[in-house]
């Protein structure tokens, strides 16, 4: 959809709260998450016909017809404002073709701040034209060796605002959300063994070991949709077997019980099945069951070694790795086993797909460049955009669902 962006003038001094670098960074990352989407084609401001300074916020006049003639679709009007030391944003998000408002929000917000509220107001625009929420204003966890540790770190979904969450000196992998996004649980190698440990964002929370004295050997924890339980995998005498527990702690269940090894749990959005990876006829499969262990079937029958399985919360794909020409690739496939598709082509190995809670992008860790970074792509291949840059690996991407900051 084609779309012009118009910055109204203000109505103070641009300097006196930080208005003019403000208003760069609302304009620079509303359009960039606008063109992530791939849903919305921004007009450059030399094909408009009309001046920002003959503009008025709604309801003051706009002559659509000069809109439409650049074949515009909707008209996004903003307009900052200092308010003492904070910064007052009214966007507008209006249909060209009908002449209607769609939608007005009032930000309050300091310079710093601006970088969230484009993305609160991407997806507002989202919301407007497909009913489905943005993801925008989400974040992703990951693992990185910055400090010369693997520990644990968690960024917004575009790649700003980093911040590193464990200084444990160790080994740390597979992070994952809780459904309110308050929480992470991860594997750690801290206490030697890798044991799943559970941290609260919010709070503050130290870390703390979900299971304790039942495994030293545990990995791979993913929570149940409604946050009440997390499956994960253990390992134990050459085998492993995925089990599961009460998310504020008792008495681990197994899920299965083969001489196999099973590993990498996740959950149907409806908390009924879990994908999960087994080995139990001779390779790497993935293979589905019901939330209980029982009715196992077999998802994946090509490719030498499927793993890194992630259920989309629509519910409707399973993305997924394999290997081709020997590097591991992204894939999806319907939960009913058909329409496996690649998803990426790229001379180099592809792990951990992650899907944004809206289900229209995936994240996912690449070595390109002999490191791994972070990337996206949306779901149907297209749009590769990288996160992460430099001489340090990032991986384990963990896309949080919608919930507080």
Not at 340 to 362: E, K, M, S, V, Y
């Amino acid at each position: 959809m084609p779309v012009a962006m118009v910055l109204l003038p203000g109505v103070d001094d641009p300097d006196a709260c930080g208005r003019a670098q403000g208003a760069s960074v609302l304009m620079e990352v509303l359009e960039q998450n606008l063109r992530i989407s791939g849903l919305f084609r921004i007009l450059p401001p030399d094909s408009h016909l009309v001046k920002p300074e003959q503009l008025r916020l709604h309801p003051g006049p706009i002559d659509f017809r000069a809109w439409s003639l650049i074949q515009a679709e909707a008209l996004i009007l903003l307009q900052l404002r200092c308010d003492g030391d904070a910064l007052l944003c009214d966007a507008q998000l209006l249909d060209v073709i009908t002449g209607k408002l769609l939608t007005w929000k009032r930000y309050r917000s300091t310079e710093a701040g601006m970088r969230r509220v484009a993305h609160r107001f991407a997806n507002e625009v989202e919301t407007a034209f497909t009913g489905v929420e943005g993801a925008f204003d989400t974040r992703i966890a990951y693992i990185s060796n910055a400090t010369g540790h693997k520990e644990l770190y968690v960024m917004d979904f575009d790649g700003h605002g980093a911040r590193q969450v464990t200084r444990f000196g160790s080994l740390t992998l597979s992070p994952a959300w809780s459904p309110d996004g308050r929480s992470l649980a991860f594997t750690s190698y801290w206490q030697g063994s890798p044991e799943i440990y559970r941290l609260s964002l919010k709070d503050s929370e130290a870390a703390r070991p979900l299971l304790r004295g039942f495994s030293p050997l545990s990995s791979g924890a993913a929570w149940s949709p409604d946050g009440k339980t997390i499956a994960f995998s253990v390992s134990k005498g050459g085998k492993a077997n995925i089990f599961t527990l009460p998310d504020r702690g008792g008495k681990p269940e197994p899920l299965t019980k083969a001489w196999s090894l099973d590993v990498s749990p996740s959950w149907s959005p409806d908390g009924k099945e879990i994908v999960f990876v087994s080995s139990m006829a001779g390779r790497p499969d993935l293979y589905i069951m019901k939330a209980d262990g029982t009715g196992t079937r077999r998802l994946t029958f090509e490719g030498s070694y499927n793993a890194d399985p992630d259920w989309s919360p629509t519910g409707d794909w399973i993305a997924f790795v394999s290997p081709v020409g020997g590097r591991f690739q992204i894939f999806r496939i319907r939960p009913d086993g058909t329409q496996r598709t690649q998803l990426t082509h790229a001379p180099c190995d592809h792990f951990t797909p992650t899907w944004a809670p809206n289900g229209r992008l995936i994240a996912f860790s690449s070595n390109p460049d002999g490191n791994f970074d972070l990337f996206l792509i949306r779901m149907d291949g297209s749009g590769q955009r990288r996160l992460t840059w430099g001489p340090r690996d990032e991986t384990d991407p963990a896309w949080s669902p919608r919930g507080p900051p």
